[in-house]
C-alpha cells in the first residue's frame, strides 16, 4: 500500500499550457512538501505547507487536509520545467521528521 | 553558498567490496538523512541523525553503515553485505523536527559490477 500516491505518473505538455500534478495521500501528516528532480539527479525543494496555498513565480501548491490532497501548478509552461516532479509528507507517527515520498510523476514540456 | 554537498557523484565498484559515499553539509543542520532511489519507486529512507554521535536506522538499513562524528558530515557505507547496491543515493538534511524545509544534495548513481 503505497501511503503517498501521485498522478499522473507521466505527462506530455506543450510549452504554454497549465499543468496540474496531483498527489493523495493517506496518514496524518504535520506538512507537505513538492519537491523538483532534475535529469542530473539532484532534487531541489519547491514548496512545503501544510494548509491553503502558497505561489512562487508560475508555480502554485494548494493542500486540502480534509480531502488528503495537494495539487502542483505550472502555469505557462516551459520546456525548462521538464523534470520529475515529487510529492512528499512528514507522517506525523513515522520516524523522527522523515518524509514519505511519492513515486514522483515525470514531466515533459516540449517547444 | 550554504549547501549539501556529495561525493562522487558517480561511482564504480566490483562486487564484494565495501564503498563510502560522502555527505557533508554547512547549513548547520541538526538533521541528516540517507536516502536510496531506484527506477519507479520512491525515496526510501536507509538511516537518519538527529544529532551528532547519534543515527538511527531507516526502513532499508540492512547492509548499510553510517556515522556521525561531526555535524556537519554524514558518510554512507555500503557494504558487501547489501545484496543490491546499485542505485542512486540522496543525502539531506534539515535544521530540526519541526516542519522545516529540507535540503537535498545531488546525489551519488553507485554501480557494482
Known amino acids: 500500500k503505497n501511503e503517498v500516491e501521485q498522478s499522473p505518473q507521466n505527462l506530455t505538455a506543450q510549452e504554454g499550457e497549465f499543468i496540474t500534478i496531483n498527489c493523495s495521500y493517506s496518514v496524518g501528516i504535520s506538512a507537505l512538501h513538492w519537491l523538483q528532480q532534475h535529469p542530473g539527479g539532484g532534487i531541489v525543494s519547491l514548496f512545503m505547507?501544510?494548509?491553503g496555498k502558497k505561489k512562487h513565480g508560475r508555480l502554485i501548491a494548494t493542500i486540502n487536509i480534509q480531502e488528503k490532497h495537494s495539487s502542483l501548478h505550472i502555469t505557462a509552461s516551459h520546456p525548462r520545467d521538464s523534470a520529475v516532479y515529487i510529492c512528499?509528507?512528514?507522517?506525523?507517527?513515522?520516524?523522527?521528521?522523515?518524509?514519505?515520498f511519492g513515486k514522483g510523476t515525470k514531466l515533459s514540456v516540449k517547444p | 553558498d550554504g549547501g549539501i554537498t556529495q561525493s562522487p557523484k558517480y561511482l564504480f565498484r566490483k562486487e564484494g567490496q565495501n564503498v563510502t559515499l560522502s555527505c557533508e553539509q554547512n547549513l548547520n543542520h541538526d538533521a541528516m538523512y540517507w536516502y536510496r532511489q531506484d527506477p519507479g519507486q520512491g525515496l526510501r529512507l536507509i538511516y537518519y541523525s538527529q544529532i551528532v554521535n547519534d543515527f538511527q536506522k531507516g526502513d532499508i538499513a540492512e547492509g548499510y553503515s553510517v556515522s556521525r562524528e561531526k555535524k556537519e558530515s554524514f558518510p554512507l557505507t555500503v557494504t558487501s553485505a547489501q545484496k543490491n547496491p546499485t542505485a542512486f543515493y540522496l543525502c539531506?538534511?534539515?535544521?530540526?523536527?519541526?516542519?522545516?524545509?529540507?535540503?537535498f544534495g545531488q546525489g551519488t548513481r553507485l554501480t557494482v559490477v
Open positions: 512528499a509528507v512528514r507522517d506525523y507517527g513515522g520516524s523522527q521528521g522523515n518524509l514519505i
Open positions: 505547507l501544510s494548509s
Open positions: 539531506a538534511s534539515r535544521a530540526g523536527l519541526l516542519n522545516t524545509e529540507a535540503f
